[in-house]
């Protein structure tokens, strides 16, 4: 069989279930974009309006608010100063928040990776196309390339058309963005969504059993930023002797994470050379994931695709990651211990190295019991037992 035969039979296969993935992310930003430009035009028109204008220029201090805790009026502010800082869209502000549009964006990428894999399993299509005379490795990259390519198409027509309805419903000069700064995010954003897809992928190709793939890929998407923020969190604690001097930092990662799903935010990236290089750790990362499904979905047996761990010698690599990641977790947010800025305020900061050791045993154990149910092996060999005494 030729590669543009398997193209067609994939094609075939996924083409109704891919138009219905682009419409439903394009449609989402979309909305987001409508809804965004709507609720700006009425703060616009009340803003404008004759009675805020009255109202304002009767009491300004109402609006403005009190610059400081002992009650001084703030210097007065021209309406038209006011009316420009509370209707500009992108405000690029320190404080920024995930919003929900880039939140729903990278469930659906992850969710994408998880059925682009798992639903040809549970389906028994892969039982069919192992048996065409084609390789696997084909097999493998026909399906990445077709449902990652429109993911990709997804979120590129997605992100431009929410800002192109912006841009033709917030009137000049409220929208204030740069297409260089918005270009920098944006590749930014993309790189991390299509790491998501591919992290599905990858957990789609390792895990078999449904419930655990769900479960622990969502926990680990809503991990990521706890872990990333965790890692930075390290260096400061190592190089803090007291708890002021572990004190958040403004361009700390986190804040950097935030900004990125912050679809208010299009200001400048890159500020700090950790930004740049957690982007492309996050992109070389990505492309060894790539490879190494490749190489497990070359070796996957059709005779495990419903267990935990589709291959055994995978057991104990997922079983050391999972518990380290897990147990580094815990240990550094708190659960079972102390958090690191409580350590550092008591001058304690050696017991982090026992509670992140007690916390890879614990949960190292329940891990293990997890992945290999020694309780049903047991049932397994009496059966076994059983059935000889019979035959």
């Known amino acids: 069989m030729t590669r543009q035969q398997l193209a067609a039979i994939m094609h075939q296969r996924y083409f109704k279930y891919l138009i219905g993935l682009l419409l439903l992310m394009v449609g989402i930003q979309a909305a987001v974009g409508l809804q965004q430009g709507q609720a700006w035009q009425r703060d616009n028109q009340y803003y404008h309006s004759t009675k805020f204008v009255k109202d304002y220029k009767a009491d300004p201090s109402i609006y403005i608010g009190y610059q400081d805790v002992s009650g001084k009026q703030p210097a007065k502010v021209k309406l038209e100063s006011f009316q420009k800082q509370v209707l500009t869209f992108f405000d690029n502000g320190d404080n920024a928040v995930p919003s929900m549009m880039t939140i729903t964006m990278a469930v659906i990428c992850l969710t994408a990776g998880l059925l682009t894999f798992t639903y040809d399993r549970r389906t028994h299509f892969d039982a069919f196309l192992f048996g065409l005379a084609i390789k696997r490795r084909s097999i493998y990259w026909a ?31 409220y929208l204030n963005i740069e297409i260089g700064n918005l270009l920098q995010r944006e590749l930014a954003l993309l790189i991390i969504l ?56 403004p ?59 589709t291959m055994d010698w995978l057991k104990w690599p997922l079983l050391v990651l999972g518990t380290l990641y897990v147990a580094f977790l815990m240990t550094m947010n708190g659960f079972f211990s102390r958090v690191p800025y409580d ?46 005494k019979i035959n």
Not at 144 to 159: E, H
Not at 161 to 170: A, D, E, G, T
Request: proline share 1%; with cysteine.
């Open 143 to 173: 399906k990445i390339k077709l449902v990652g390519l429109m993911v990709l198409a997804g979120i590129v027509i997605g992100q431009s058309s929410y800002y192109l309805i912006l841009k033709s419903m917030v009137y000049h000069p």
């Open 194 to 249: 299509m790491a998501l897809y591919i992290l599905g992928c990858f957990l789609g190709v390792v895990v078999g059993e449904l419930v655990t793939l769900m479960v622990g890929a969502y926990g680990l998407l809503f991990s990521l930023t706890f872990s990333i923020s965790n890692f930075e969190d390290i260096r400061r604690f190592i190089q803090s002797r007291t708890a002021d001097q572990y004190g958040a930092e």
């Open 251 to 309: 361009e700390s990662l986190r804040v950097f994470l935030n900004r990125l799903l912050d679809a208010h935010y299009v200001g400048v990236v890159y500020r700090n050379g950790r930004y740049l290089a957690l982007i492309i750790g996050i992109l070389i990362v990505s492309v060894f994931i790539l490879w190494l499904g490749q190489r497990i979905y070359q070796k996957s047996s059709l005779e495990q695709q419903n267990q935990v761990v």
């Open 343 to 388: 350590l550092l305020e008591k001058h304690e900061k050696y017991l982090l190295i026992w509670y992140f050791l007690r916390n890879v045993v614990l949960v190292g154990i329940v891990g293990w019991l997890f992945i290999n149910r020694p309780w049903q092996r047991k049932t397994r060999l009496s059966e076994f037992k059983i059935s000889r």
